[in-house]
């Protein structure tokens, strides 16, 4: 069992930044590839970034692609989603999810979730 717990979710005005973290227990991490989703009322949940067991490779979505960065320290059983230039349409709930599968962004292959923090943006 893995428990996840995010952090670092808040209001923001568009243009500024958040850093989100995402506090893993129980079992290691290393073992897993962990990622962001994120969900907006209404909407599916979609993947925002992942990264590999070793940090070594890591995706985006096209919507943060140079923007949004995630990085993770398995010393520290932590992940991180560096945001910045955020934009009102970034507004959505963020969960972190640990899983084995790299490359895929079907939240169902994902094994564990946190509870979610969320992020506002404003205009």
């Known amino acids: 069992q893995v428990q996840l717990v995010e952090s670092g979710g808040g209001l923001v005005q568009a243009g500024g930044s958040l850093r989100l973290s995402c506090a893993a227990s129980?079992?290691?991490?290393?073992?897993?590839?962990m990622a962001w989703f994120r969900q907006a009322p209404g909407k599916d949940r979609d993947i925002v970034a992942a990264?590999?067991?070793?940090?070594?490779?890591?995706n985006y979505a096209n919507s943060v692609k140079g923007r949004f960065t995630i990085s993770r320290d398995n010393a520290k059983n932590t992940v991180l989603l560096q945001m910045n230039s955020l934009k009102p349409e970034d507004t959505a709930v963020y969960y972190c999810?640990?899983?084995?599968?790299?490359?895929?962004?079907?939240?169902?292959?994902?094994?564990?979730w946190g509870q979610g923090t969320q992020v506002t943006v404003s205009s």
């Open positions: 990264i590999s067991w070793s940090g070594s490779s890591t």
């Open positions: 129980g079992r290691t991490m290393g073992g897993y590839v």
């Open positions: 999810a640990a899983g084995n599968t790299y490359g895929s962004s079907t939240p169902s292959v994902f094994r564990y």
